[in-house]
């Protein structure tokens, strides 16, 4: 594993936003240098979850059926509803859609989800550092999963806040709430 203090996340790129009411909807895209099988089982498979993810999940997300999330930093359990599970292609759940496309040297991962509008840049930091660490994870170079509240300590996790927050046009949020977002 690499000394987390050498990880530096990029500038914040592959993102916008559709902009409904409260509930807005993160769109994130990144490509990943491995094959759609590959980075289906890293979204679906509970231990590469707990590797990278910002949820641990009690059972496979790879079917159609409930599974309990659990949010880190938050203790609580969320039942949620797999919807479509189509491998490797597609998988929605909750408010979480993943798109995975075949693209000459790996994936192109497409992630879509429905984020209070006041914690959106929140979102996109902290999925920005989730695809970080995931990509390292699957080329075998491991840095830990960054998630949670000790995340937002992260001067990495703050920059990329202020960025993605210019890019959709809002305030940087500063203080967390108690309740938080989803990553």
């Not at 609580?76 to 797999?82: A, W």
């Not at 993943?98 to 979102?123: M, N, P, Q, Y």
Request: glycine share 10%.
């Amino acid at each position: 594993m690499i000394d987390r203090q050498q990880y530096t996340p990029g500038p914040a790129c592959g993102a916008q936003v559709r902009k409904d009411g409260d509930k807005w909807t993160l769109i994130l895209v990144r490509e990943l240098r491995h094959s759609p099988e590959k980075v289906w089982q890293a979204l679906t498979d509970p231990a590469h979850l707990r590797e990278w993810a910002p949820f641990d999940a009690d059972g496979t997300l790879g079917a159609v059926g409930t599974v309990t999330l659990t949010w880190v930093g938050t203790g609580r359990p969320l039942e949620t509803r797999v919807t479509r599970a189509d491998a490797p292609n597609l998988l929605e759940y909750g408010d979480i859609r993943w798109e995975l496309e075949a693209v000459a040297g790996g994936t192109r991962l497409k992630l879509w989800h429905s984020i209070d509008r006041r914690f959106i840049a929140w979102g996109a930091a902290g999925w920005h550092i989730s695809f970080d660490v995931l990509e390292r994870l699957l080329a075998g170079n491991p840095i830990g999963r960054m998630v949670g509240p000790e995340t937002i300590k992260f001067s990495g996790w703050q920059r990329l806040n202020a960025e993605y927050a210019r890019q959709f046009g809002i305030e940087t949020p500063n203080k967390p709430s108690q309740a938080g977002p989803k990553p």
